[in-house]
């Protein structure tokens, strides 16, 4: 394997996952992962360009935001490539009114969008909201359309909170996919169009940057396919199967931001 200053050499950005690798989410807002709050603050005083991208959608992003604040990260809402307020522009600029199957702490994200007789379905990490008569209404909504348009926020399989492992959008996605014969348009990762938009955001290019992630398909192997290199710590929902993926191997894996950060701060500018 190529040593880490060839794996590393000329990386001027870096994309962060949030949940799994800045904190791990649960009751009474989560905890922070050991060192996570150090090494962001490290990063930023770097000449590294630094970009937070979450499929986080279960809350806004302001009270993501607030949260990681209270738990001592230097992060602002300016900061943040998440996927309800892209959501957002493209209902805005496909002229789509959604039926929203989400939860009701991502909700306010929509509050400007019109609503009335859905043309669309949105649909995102619901939680509890995943009830049978939920679901089938989304279903019946698709069902009703000439061209049915189903908008996922994210795809992932599961995710990791403080008390265990959650089932994700993904699953639920994927029920509407065969119930309904139709393919779901992906907005957050592993969507090449949010990888982009979070390199634009810090101007950047693909080469030039690398994404720290906890999930091998959607933030390893989704920044791959757009060209940037990518590690995977080994917290959050990271597994020791993800190392001999069959699909998809990571640049490097860390045990945490920590290590990854010591690694960057190492090789920058080299």
């Given at each position: 394997m190529?040593?880490?200053?060839?794996?590393?050499?000329?990386?001027?950005?870096?994309?962060l996952d949030i949940t799994g690798v800045l904190y791990d989410s649960g009751t009474g807002g989560g905890a922070a992962i050991a060192g996570s709050v150090e090494a962001v603050a490290r990063l930023k005083l770097s000449p590294l360009k630094v970009r937070f991208c979450t499929n986080e959608s279960q809350k806004s992003r302001g009270e993501l935001v607030g949260l990681l604040q209270r738990l001592g990260f230097d992060i602002s809402e300016g900061e943040v490539t998440a996927p309800a307020p892209a959501t957002c522009q493209i209902l805005k600029e496909r002229g789509l009114r959604p039926h929203l199957l989400i939860h009701d702490g991502v909700r306010s994200e929509f509050d400007d969008i019109d609503m009335a007789n859905p043309n669309c379905v949105v649909i995102a990490d619901a939680g509890e909201g995943f009830s049978y008569?939920?679901?089938?209404?989304?279903?019946?909504?698709?069902?009703?359309?000439?061209?049915?348009?189903?908008?996922?926020?994210?795809?992932?399989?599961?995710?990791?909170?403080?008390?265990?492992?959650?089932?994700?959008?993904?699953?639920?996605?994927?029920?509407?996919?065969y119930a309904c014969g139709i393919e779901a348009e992906v907005v957050g990762k592993p969507s090449p169009e949010f990888f982009r938009s979070a390199l634009q955001a810090i101007g950047v290019e693909a080469h030039q940057a690398i994404m720290i992630g906890d999930d091998i398909v959607g933030d390893v192997g989704g920044a791959q396919q757009c060209g940037m290199r990518a590690l995977q710590v080994r917290t959050g929902k990271f597994?020791?199967?993800?190392?001999?993926?069959?699909?998809?191997?990571?640049?490097?894996?860390?045990?945490?931001?920590?290590?990854?950060?010591?690694?960057?701060?190492q090789h920058v500018g080299k």
């Open positions: 190529a040593t880490w200053a060839e794996r590393l050499a000329g990386v001027r950005g870096v994309l008569e939920n679901m089938n209404r989304a279903f019946r909504v698709l069902m009703e359309l000439e061209n049915p348009v189903l908008i996922s926020l994210g795809k992932g399989r599961y995710y990791k909170e403080t008390s265990g492992l959650m089932l994700d959008v993904g699953a639920y996605m994927k029920a509407l996919e597994r020791p199967a993800d190392e001999h993926h069959p699909e998809v191997k990571a640049d490097g894996y860390v045990d945490n931001l920590a290590e990854a950060v010591d690694l960057l701060l």
